[in-house]
């Protein structure tokens, strides 16, 4: 009975150290796994997400249409010249067009990763060009 207790031996400092690396290395592997499908799932949300987009921005252009059509038979039904309801179409597509730039212009004032950027280079955040006056004084 002893030479079999005595044929077994314990687990040495490197099975144990074999079996934590290749605990680790599953371990690794499986949130990699777990990253990779998470990546996958994102993307094909972000696909459906732009997908709709699109067609939401295709009935908005095709209701807009239809909104300024409707606008020039009105206007011809009471009397207006085909060229000045034209034109006022017109001058409404570019007041539209000319207001979507003006919105889109504030949203160009910080560049993409802008904070990412100044954390990278060890700026201080209260001292960038969004904040001139510097840190808030303390009371």
Known sequence: MESRAGARRQAGLGDLLRL???ESRALVSDY???AV???RRAAMRLAWILACVLIAAVLVATAWMGGVAALIVWM???GMPWEGAIAIAALLNLAGAG???FWMRHLLVEMPFAALL???RGEDPLLSRDNPA???LAH
């Open 99 to 101: 207001a979507l730039i």
């Open 76 to 78: 011809l039904g009471t």
């Open 32 to 34: 990699a796994e777990l």
């Open 118 to 120: 100044r954390q990278l």
């Open 134 to 136: 510097g840190p808030p």
């Open 20 to 22: 934590f690396l290749a």
């Open 37 to 39: 499908l998470d990546a």
